[in-house]
């Protein structure tokens, strides 16, 4: 390519469908989730391919962030507003500082194992030389509700056309998508600073877009709806490409992952950190501690820090209700 | 009564049934659980109309024993050997130093509610009287298979002749022993020291009494087995007796117990401590923390300092077994 790589490391966000061990002190990608080194030092690392590596995270995390990531540059947004404000920030700083480039753009708290730098160079190529958005997707292995699919049309080679994006179905639905060939959205972009700007002022981000241009990010921000990339912009835009990965991933998006991450003991039981089973199966113990279990099966049991939490696996995702309603108390 | 009447309180054990809330450097006797003093100072409290009071514990435990209880004299068994030995050890120290007097011998972690002076009174009435071997007994107010039952003989008012002891009967000898008026064998005792060493001479506490006699506790403990006094001593001596109590009583045995104790949600769940339950219903909730469950029934779910526990309500009595397995290695 005839211009720089830029990677940027979205890293504002606390990740709280692992509660307890996320909590609004205790982000998810400053933690390591079994791995070597915390999740955001692991994609720093991942991403250290690119010509230079911008990490975008929030003032009060900006200290951490330096102390996980040395090697990055650190962007603070002005407000939290979810990853569609955050990108367009993001596109609109780096293109100030660094000129025209292709941005690669990556969550902070994701599990990747293989040759990432291939496909995000491809992907950085595609979205260079077509001028689309491109996204990229992973092949599914399961028809899992909790994700987002992206339905695959024009065949070119490194790449398809996107023909719909279709965020979280029903079980029968994400069934007859994986049957069908749709990929997973996996929150992985890569496109020209200019392209998602212009592409952006086409959408309800447009007076973000005019404010930045007019030197006032804080105005931009104040007005600014929280949304996700995915809605404000790549839902609604046109020429958006889907380059496949060649790489295996998850997004530890809840408890229920670490079952397909770590090994099973005899019974089924997987653990993050130190734990007894006694006649217990098919459970998800996480700690910072030391968890026991007696006579239970197919439950979460997840202790950090001072805070506990129960729940069958199969309703993960219902830590959501727990943060909500911690939060409405003023305890997340 | 013409002689003192001595309290002599227990606390030299852990009771590792509540688990993860006693540990080994976290004893029961040294916690609220849920009252407003720790359950020792709580016990020496209710004791306070005897003469003198004694807390008779384990070296480890004697500083902390003089903060939870000041006004408490303080005796440090030679080792821990089950209430048997300690009871011998108990019986003649006190007698060396007050001289003849009764003794009521009483747990420091369960819970008391109601005249507790007026049974002990008439207990330690009895055993001065009659010379008799004393047990305080409890009207069953359920068929619990995890209790000694005392089943009553020849009623002389105030007490009855002990016809025999079992302990932890199955299911259906519990119902039967309920029906036909069986007590509940409390762990509180009342006896004069003379009695009880006597009674103690005719078992295999023998070479104990013998070694206390000849001034050598350290040699008396050595050789001595862990035995309870019901075992050692009650079961087999002759002149035992049994005083119902007209007080309420809880062992605190297991975390079941708490259900009986708190009280309970719309939903059936009781906390010790903070919890937030959300399509929870029928469990038992411990913690110093903040525990927090989704979708779950009859659950015990403790979590104490830097420890989880979780297992069905049903099957309290297994924290037995974590803690075996803790022990072994080295974790309790």
């Known amino acids: 390519m005839d211009r720089?790589?830029?990677?940027?490391?979205?890293?504002?966000?606390?990740?709280?469908?692992?509660?307890p061990a996320t909590r609004s002190d205790r982000p998810k990608q400053f933690q390591p989730f079994g791995g070597e080194r915390s999740m955001l030092a692991e994609t720093v690392r991942r991403a250290n391919f690119a010509d230079e590596v911008y990490v975008l995270t929030r003032p009060a995390f900006a200290e951490s962030v330096r102390e996980h990531a040395p090697s990055a540059?650190?962007?603070?947004?002005?407000?939290?507003?979810?990853?569609?404000?955050?990108?367009?920030?993001?596109?609109?700083r780096i293109r100030e500082q660094v000129g025209e480039c292709v941005l690669c753009c990556l969550p902070s708290d994701h599990r990747v194992d293989g040759d990432f730098q291939a496909t995000v160079?491809?992907?950085?190529?595609?979205?260079?030389?077509?001028?689309?958005?491109?996204?990229?997707?992973?092949?599914?292995?399961?028809?899992?509700t909790g994700y987002g699919y992206v339905e695959p049309g024009a065949d070119h080679g490194e790449y398809y056309e996107v023909e719909s994006f279709t965020e979280k179905p029903d079980a029968e639905t994400a069934?007859?998508?994986?049957?069908?060939?749709?990929?997973?959205?996996?929150?992985?972009?890569?496109?020209t600073p200019t392209d998602f700007l212009a592409a952006a002022s086409e959408t309800e981000l447009r007076s973000l877009v005019e404010a930045l241009e007019a030197g006032n990010p804080e105005r931009g921000f104040e007005d600014c709806p929280s949304i996700s990339v995915d809605y404000a912009v790549l839902e609604s835009a046109e020429n958006v490409a889907v380059v496949p990965a060649s790489y295996e991933w998850d997004d530890l998006g809840s408890w229920d992952a670490f079952e397909r991450l770590l090994d099973a003991d005899g019974e089924g039981n997987v653990a993050l950190g130190e734990a007894l089973?006694?006649?217990?199966?098919?459970?998800?113990?996480?700690?910072?501690?030391?968890?026991?279990a007696v006579g239970v099966e197919d439950l979460v049991i997840a202790s950090f820090d001072d805070r506990t939490l129960v729940l069958p696996k199969s309703e993960s995702q219902r830590v959501r209700e727990v943060v909500e309603r911690l939060r409405k108390e003023g305890q997340f």
């Open 4 to 19: 720089p790589l830029v990677a940027v490391v979205l890293a504002g966000g606390t990740g709280t469908r692992l509660y």
């Open 73 to 92: 540059a650190v962007l603070t947004e002005p407000a939290p507003r979810d990853t569609g404000p955050a990108l367009v920030y993001a596109a609109h």
């Open 121 to 144: 160079e491809t992907a950085c190529a595609v979205a260079a030389r077509t001028g689309s958005l491109v996204t990229i997707g992973i092949e599914p292995t399961r028809a899992e």
């Open 175 to 191: 069934q007859r998508y994986v049957e069908s060939g749709y990929l997973w959205n996996s929150g992985t972009f890569a496109w």
């Open 277 to 292: 089973a006694i006649d217990a199966s098919d459970n998800v113990f996480a700690s910072d501690g030391h968890v026991a």
